[in-house]
């Protein structure tokens, strides 16, 4: 049950960060990476890395080892056309550009430096999760504002109606070239995301790429830089906190369990 300070409060940011917008938060879990310090002589990627759909099922490697930065701010940007149109591309076989990963060698696991976007609106669709299904329920502590419930089921009926679901699309292999859906099966055998990989030194070369790509881009704003840069800081765990109500991704988790469940409590 939503309490009625979350209510308020999910509800004032649901207005500030747009009504209409997918919040794609859940799909790839976050991390530190320097939560395992990364050795720079650890094996690199291939080259030629690429992700196809079935990559991102429950059990694909992608899926398991993908990570966002843990300050990485909320993938939550876009409307329920951009995401339709990403998964249509893809099955399309239209451009989609490459996505930046950086890989911990430590850990072993793939971090998202550029694309969190592209790559979670496709996994939200293998998944048919567009913030209020398995992955978003747990992320959020089954709280899911109403905007949020809106923009994903509008985003879904859009995907029916448009592209089709991708359990059915996968399930659809044998049916004729002509029948779409089985058109789409086949794509989704050959069709991938183009990966590049930041090579050569540690987290600090990935977090200056990362810092570099999307400033270029003019997409992270000046606040959002700032509670970047202040991951760390009393006010910037606490501004993380009230803008989601004390639920999503646990930015306080390095508290003890007390002080979680107190930070947790006031900022809901």
Do not use: C
């Amino acid at each position: 049950m939503i309490r009625k300070a979350q209510k308020r409060r999910l509800g004032y940011w649901g207005n500030v960060m747009a009504s209409n917008l997918v919040n794609l938060d859940a799909i790839i879990r976050r991390e530190d990476w320097q939560a395992a310090p990364d050795s720079e002589g650890g094996s690199q990627l291939s080259r030629g890395l690429t992700f196809k759909a079935s990559d991102f099922e429950q059990t694909g490697l992608a899926f398991l080892i993908l990570r966002k930065p843990e300050f990485q701010r909320e993938t939550a940007s876009w409307e329920p056309e951009k995401v339709v149109d990403l998964v249509k591309s893809f099955l399309e076989d239209e451009l989609i550009p490459a996505v930046i990963i950086w890989k911990n060698n430590q850990t072993g696991n793939l971090f998202v430096i550029d694309g969190a976007h592209r790559l979670g609106a496709l996994i939200a669709w293998v998944h048919n999760d567009y913030g209020d299904r398995a992955l978003s329920l747990d992320f959020f502590n089954n709280v899911i504002p109403p905007e949020q419930k809106k923009a994903a089921d509008k985003t879904r009926e859009l995907i029916k109606n448009s592209v089709g679901l991708y359990a059915e699309i996968k399930a659809s292999g044998n049916l004729p070239n002509t029948v779409k859906e089985g058109r789409y099966a086949r794509v989704l055998l050959e069709r991938s995301i183009d990966v590049q990989q930041i090579t050569g030194g540690g987290f600090e070369k990935a977090q200056a790429s990362f810092f570099k790509i999307n400033q270029q881009a003019a997409v992270i704003t000046a606040t959002e830089l700032q509670l970047i840069k202040s991951r760390d800081k009393a006010y910037g765990i606490a501004t993380r906190a009230l803008i989601r109500a004390g639920v999503g991704h646990k930015y306080w988790k390095r508290f003890l369990p007390e002080i979680q469940s107190t930070i947790e409590a006031l900022a809901g």
